[in-house]
């Protein structure tokens, strides 16, 4: 049992810390990005890539050029829409969940990826859905991944967070053969992450910005490719001297996600 003491300080730094900010002073504290530069890959192999994207659109926004990279190398890629994306915008005629779906297979043409695969849990409510769970163990038990991406931990949008969640779920649920193997990479979009790896997107950034200018519904009221390019120009800034754009990411093995997972879990910690 947690002593008075303890009681009293956990109750002193929930005052004093935003709850927002919880999990990444956690974070910062235990992972292994601190102070080095992160590292450059370079090198991209046909080993399966699986996307785990929140909305339509998150697929290219964060991670797009990365995946670009891995199509170029022979992998075979496989995506997936979580949520319906039924909040992401005014919806008068009740049309926007199909038209988002639209979108995200046309940026699909467009960057050469395969369909996409949709799951359509409620936008907004992704974490209080049942059996995505189950569909994220048959289709990772079905076509095993070597790399998986998802957005990083630390950001801000509930969906997104809740999608660590349900992949942690699944996790110990998979065949040792498949975790032990799993490089898991966190990707930036409504929040920049702690990075420790990096990607050189420069060759495909014009295909990426097209891939993103593939969601009229989206782009509408936010700029939404100025900002991710902004942020992948920034990026840049550590191995090309900011001539280029980079997308940046945490990078995890199984084991390593488990252990971050538990600290950044800290912002739902009852007040």
Not at 90 to 99: F, W
Not at 215 to 233: C, R, V
Request: proline share 8%; hydrophobic share 40%.
């Amino acid at each position: 049992m947690p002593s008075k003491l303890s009681k009293i300080t956990r109750s002193i730094k929930r005052r004093l810390i935003p709850r927002d900010a919880h999990s990444s002073l956690r974070l910062w504290l235990t992972g292994p990005w601190e102070d080095q530069t992160p590292l450059l890959i370079s090198d991209f192999d046909s080993s399966p890539v699986l996307v785990l994207a929140p909305h339509p659109d998150d697929e290219v926004i964060g991670p797009g050029g990365a995946v670009l990279r891995h199509l170029a190398a022979g992998a075979p890629v496989t995506v997936v829409i979580l949520t319906d994306g039924r909040w992401g915008g005014y919806d008068p005629d009740g049309k926007l969940v199909d038209l988002r779906k639209d979108e995200s297979k046309s940026a699909a043409k467009i960057l050469g990826f395969p369909p996409p695969i949709f799951f359509d849990a409620p936008d907004r409510d992704l974490g209080e859905t049942p059996g995505v769970v189950e569909k994220l163990l048959h289709l990772m038990t079905e076509k095993p991944p070597r790399y998986i991406y998802l957005p990083a931990m630390t950001d801000g949008h509930p969906d997104h967070w809740a999608t660590n969640c349900l992949f942690h779920d699944a996790l110990p649920k998979l065949p040792g053969k498949i975790t032990e193997s799993l490089t898991i990479r966190g990707y930036e979009v409504w929040t920049p992450a702690f990075a420790n790896c990096c990607v050189d997107i420069t060759s495909v950034i014009d295909l990426k910005r097209k891939g993103i200018d593939a969601f009229p519904s989206q782009t509408g009221e936010n700029d939404y490719a100025a900002a991710a390019l902004g942020l992948n120009k920034y990026r840049s800034l550590q191995h090309q001297h900011g001539n280029g754009y980079a997308e940046a990411f945490m990078q995890m093995t199984a084991s390593e996600f488990r252990r971050l997972f538990s600290a950044a879990s800290i912002r739902f910690d009852a007040t």
